[in-house]
């Protein structure tokens, strides 16, 4: 049915895996929706074609949906997400050089995020003192969790991301680029961007972000608020069709097939095995070969992880006030929490049973309560708003 039809943008990420399979084998066509699918290159294109009218929903960066919503860095356009594409799935890449002198300045195992913080701090204490330039670390967009996952692991070392090093905007598929020409040190994106860094012998993974972060709401399926309201029925139907696609994603056995999907030329566009390595969390972190395993390196749809979480949400604006960009308001924290609808996730695929997953799991600080995020801000040293 021609009412039925939908146009999505997604950007070449492994996270947009459930989008790209509900469409490919064929789990939206059989909820009766017909979508054709529109790859993008950057964050702020999408944005700007989702608001508009362009896309009737994409393939969203978590904390672009809450910016939107709160009328951060842009026009205010209401977002909501009720599913959640990916929990996980970024990592922190350096360069070989940059790599070399994390560990040599390290006290400890470098793979320690606390270890590889202060050990970042040695590294870039001695180059203001030799008069170098600052470290360029690549991130995807200034509402990014790659901002906050950056920001978040270097202010816990004693490094100010703001005075100590530069942080700059790259579009995912021009991260592996930069880093070959000497245009970044480091970058912070998701998969599979950070193994062909690895696979063409010039980065180091040096951390998942599932070793800072336990559990990181990363992106959701997003549709403007108005047309969600006028269109319940699709998007009742397109969660469903996520859900079941991110079901036949995490069996194993179907695992060979979905990389093949995903590696795609008008997808994601690279190799297959690359895609497996990410599906399987068993990734090749430097260029001699090492392996790190997490099984929980990027979570579609297993263990809760479809279903929005808005404690996600709440500590994705934490992250805003404490570097600037939001003021700290307890009506803004609850509106972004509401951009996260359990609601019509649980409407379209059913309330789970059991215990509910675990929260943020933060590798410094205390444990983060979503109710109170001033307390939140006062256990850190580094920030841009002080918190009485």
């Known amino acids: 049915m021609s009412d039925q039809r939908m146009r999505i943008g997604f950007i070449p990420l492994c996270d947009a895996a459930a989008l790209i399979v509900a469409v490919d084998k064929g789990f939206a066509a059989a909820e009766g929706l017909d979508v054709e699918l529109i790859r ?46 990916g929990v996980n799935g970024n990592a922190i890449t350096v360069s070989p050089a940059l790599y070399a002198s994390i560990a ?29 330039a600052p470290l360029t670390f690549g991130m995807t967009f200034p509402f990014s969790t790659h901002n906050y996952h950056l920001r978040f692991w270097m202010a816990a070392g004693g490094v100010d991301p703001d005075e100590d090093v530069r942080l700059v905007v790259l579009p995912p598929p021009y991260m592996v680029e930069s880093l070959a020409n000497k245009h970044v040190d480091a970058f912070c994106v998701g998969a599979p961007w950070n193994s062909v860094a690895v696979d063409l012998g010039i980065g180091f993974i040096l951390h998942f972000v ?50 093949a999907i995903l590696g795609a030329p008008q997808r994601i566009g690279v190799a297959a095995e690359v895609i497996r390595r990410t599906l399987d969390g068993r990734l090749k972190v430097s260029p001699d070969g090492a392996i790190r395993t997490d099984p929980n390196y990027l979570l579609i749809g297993r263990d809760g992880a479809g279903r929005p979480d808005p404690a996600q949400a ?12 939001a003021p700290l308001s307890d009506d ?36 983060f309560d979503p109710g109170n995020i001033a307390g939140h801000l006062r256990s850190w040293r580094i920030g841009r708003v002080p918190v009485s």
């Open 40 to 85: 993008e290159v950057s964050w702020s294109n999408m944005r700007d074609k989702l608001n508009i009218g362009v896309f009737d929903a994409a393939h969203m960066i978590a904390p672009v949906a809450i910016a939107s919503s709160l009328g951060l860095g842009h026009v205010k356009v209401p977002i909501i997400a009720p599913f959640a594409l």
């Open 210 to 259: 599932s070793e800072i972060l336990t559990r990181a709401a990363e992106k959701m399926l997003a549709f403007r608020s108005r047309w969600a309201h006028e269109h319940p029925d699709m998007v009742s139907k397109l969660v469903r069709a996520h859900a079941r696609a991110a079901a036949y994603i995490e069996e194993t056995a179907n695992r060979d097939e979905v990389s």
């Open 314 to 325: 709440a500590w994705l604006y934490a992250q805003m006030v404490r570097w600037g960009q």
């Open 332 to 367: 803004m924290c609850r509106a972004a929490m509401s951009v996260f609808r359990q609601d019509l996730y649980d409407a379209a695929v059913g309330v789970p049973s059991g215990e509910p997953p675990g929260k943020i799991g933060a590798f410094a600080g205390p444990a």
């Open 104 to 132: 040599a300045a390290a006290e400890g195992n470098v793979t320690d995020p606390m270890v590889s913080a202060r050990a970042l701090g040695r590294v870039v204490a001695t180059r203001k003192t030799r008069g170098h």
